[in-house]
């Protein structure tokens, strides 16, 4: 479908070296043009290139997948994670406003202690149980009062078949290794980068198509807030690492790879704690947007096609 283009100006992507960033350089090209600055362009932590880049760009859309994703080196480094995940989002919020651009952001399921026992929705109380996710939580914030029209997408464990995430990780350690040691009472859902570009490109064509040719600020605003996007489906990172390799395994027969053991978290001491629970309940964007992500088994199995 061809988008009806309701303000002009190009789409601005950030962290298109990134894993979901990636995956968005090839979703949202069909949208218009597409500008992705990599970080010797414009790097996030200074702030006034942010500036200048949106003011010269004027953008209909800023997509922002960038962050700062180490979760135990956010630990030791919180003011670079706070700069990143905070001050550099809260500049594209203001600069956003300013030009009537649209916001779409990412943010993450540690935002959440996972204390909960059900998955969480939306308006679930925030409380991040590490610097990455407290950075993120400033992040959301930051944006949601700084006046531009804008989606927040909290996900969870976001792989693929490029860049660094525990998918390909447990992969290459089931080759080398003999014996794995997953934790088996973290519960949440993969995601793959393909499956939340895809979702990405649907709502911005919808919010496109809502906005009528009119300005895109009035129908988005509407809509503006958090929303949760996993992939369908429940595991533990054991769960996780035990099916890739199941799937492995039958691709590759004659490979030896690892046996894996679930162990409980407090046996995989980290410098950052994880919550438990981590699932998403994914309804408000199915009912506002009309989407759902396929079965994270399903989404696997293209993925390992893929390698
Ligand atoms: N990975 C996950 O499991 C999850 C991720 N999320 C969120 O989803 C989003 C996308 O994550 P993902 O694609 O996995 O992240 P990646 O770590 O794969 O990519 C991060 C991107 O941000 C860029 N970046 C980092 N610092 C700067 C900077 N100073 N200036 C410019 N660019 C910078 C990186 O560029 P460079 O290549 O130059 O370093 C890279 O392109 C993030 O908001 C993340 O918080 C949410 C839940 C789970
Ligand atoms: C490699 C490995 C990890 N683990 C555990 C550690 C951790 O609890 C879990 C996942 O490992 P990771 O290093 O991928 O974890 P982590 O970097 O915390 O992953 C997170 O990244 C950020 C950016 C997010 O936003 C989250 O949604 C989540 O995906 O698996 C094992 O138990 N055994 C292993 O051999
Ligand atoms: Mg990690």
Redesign the pocket.
Known sequence: MIPTKTTTGPILL?????????ELLNTLSPLGEVIAP??ST????NLQSIRDTIRTLRPRWIV???????VDKAETEPDLAY???RD?VRVIGEEAATIGAGVI??????VFDGTGTKPYVETDPTNPVSV?GAS?LAGEQTLAQSGAAHLIF??????GAR????LLTILKLAREREHLRVIGDQYGAP?W?RD?AQMTAHVIDQAEAAANGQNLTAPLVDSSGVYHISGAGETTWYGFAAEAVRQQREREPGIRFAEIEAIPATEYPLPAKRPANSRLNCTKLQQRFNWRMPNWHESLQKVLAEL
């Open positions: 950030t962290g298109a070296t990134g894993q979901v960033g990636g990599l970080r414009l790097d996030l932590i922002n997948p960038a962050a700062y994703t180490a700069a990143i995940n550099a952001h990412f943010s993450t399921d540690y990455y993120k909290r996900t969870s464990w976001v792989y860049g660094k995430n525990f995601t980068s939340l």
